[in-house]
C-alpha cells in the first residue's frame, strides 16, 4: 500500500501541488501552527533540553540492550494474560493478525489510527480477505471513505478541504449537512457509536511498550482509542520493538515531550 495519496511520478506530482493553491495552504498553516506551538511548549519548559537529552539516552539504551528488554516486556506482558506474537516482516505481521481473527470467528473489526499499521498495509489485506475494517479516528475515517492513505503523520488528512470531505460522506452515507467540521464530526459520531458497541475485535497502534510492567500506551486526542481498546472481547495492539521503553519514569519523560511534539 503506497504511503503517498497521488501514485503518480514524482515530477507529475509536484506539478500538481504547484497548481494547488490549497493543499499549498494546508500545508504551509499546518507547518507553522503545529511547529510554532511546538515551540512555544519548549520555550516555556526550562527543563526542555534537558528532558531531550534524556530520551536520547534512554532510546540508545534500549537499542543497545534490545534483546534483554524485548525478554522482559514478554514476560511481563504474559503475565497479565497477553499473547505475544512476533513478526519479522510485515507480511509476517499481517498473518498473526489474520489468524487472531479468524480464531475469534469475527468478520469485522474497529480500529484506531496507527502508523504502523499503514505502512504494512493491515486495512487492506485484511479487506482482502474478506474482514470489514472501520476506522474510527475521525480524520482515517475520512481518508477511508475518500480511500486515501494519509498525508501526514499527525493530521493524516491534511490534503482534503472540508467541502471535498462533506460531498464524499454525502455520496456514500448519505449525509445532508453542511461542510461545518462540527457537523461532519457529530455525523461521523453518529455514525461510529453503533460501531463501537457491536465491535469485538479492536485493533490499535503503540506509542510505548513498557518492559517493567508489559503494558501498552497510547496517547490520543479522541477518545475513539479508548472504545477501541475498552470495548471488544479481543485487542490486537500492533508494536513495533524500537517502542520500548525500560521503565515508567522513562514513560513519564517521552510522554512529556511526545505531547508538546506532536502537535503543541
Not at 498473526?96 to 480500529?111: H, P, R
Request: glycine share 6%; proline share 4%; aromatic share 4%.
Amino acid at each position: 500500500m503506497p504511503l503517498l495519496y497521488d501514485t503518480e511520478p514524482l515530477a507529475k506530482r509536484v506539478e500538481n501541488v504547484e497548481e494547488d493553491s490549497f493543499k499549498q495552504h494546508a500545508i504551509q498553516n499546518a507547518q507553522d501552527s503545529i511547529g510554532a506551538k511546538r515551540n512555544q511548549i519548549a520555550e516555556s519548559d526550562p527543563l526542555w533540553d534537558e528532558k531531550c537529552n534524556q530520551a536520547a539516552i534512554i532510546r540508545d539504551h534500549v537499542l543497545d540492550n534490545l534483546d534483554y528488554y524485548i525478554k522482559e516486556f514478554v514476560t511481563n506482558a504474559e503475565s497479565h494474560g497477553a499473547q505475544i506474537h512476533f513478526a519479522p516482516k510485515g507480511e509476517d505481521a499481517i498473518n498473526e493478525i489474520l489468524d487472531i481473527i479468524k480464531e475469534t470467528g469475527e468478520t469485522s473489526v474497529i480500529k484506531s489510527k496507527s502508523m504502523m499499521s499503514e505502512e504494512i498495509g493491515v486495512d487492506s489485506s485484511l479487506e482482502e480477505h474478506g474482514i470489514k475494517v472501520t476506522e474510527t479516528d475521525c480524520a482515517e475515517n475520512i481518508l477511508q471513505t475518500c480511500k486515501q492513505p494519509p498525508s501526514h503523520i499527525v493530521v493524516p488528512a491534511l490534503h482534503l478541504d472540508r467541502s471535498h470531505i462533506r460531498d464524499v460522506y454525502r455520496d456514500t452515507y448519505g449525509y445532508k449537512g453542511s461542510d461545518d467540521p462540527q457537523e461532519i464530526t457529530h455525523f461521523l459520531r453518529h455514525l461510529l457509536r453503533p460501531v463501537f458497541l457491536s465491535g469485538h475485535v479492536g485493533i490499535t497502534g503503540c506509542n510505548f511498550g513498557i518492559a517493567q510492567t508489559g503494558t501498552c500506551t497510547l496517547v490520543t486526542n479522541e477518545g475513539n482509542a479508548r472504545m477501541v481498546s475498552g470495548l471488544p472481547e479481543t485487542l490486537i495492539v500492533v508494536l513495533g520493538i524500537d517502542r520500548l521503553l525500560p521503565d515508567l519514569d522513562a514513560l513519564d519523560i517521552m510522554n512529556s515531550l511526545l505531547v508538546g511534539s506532536a502537535v503543541g
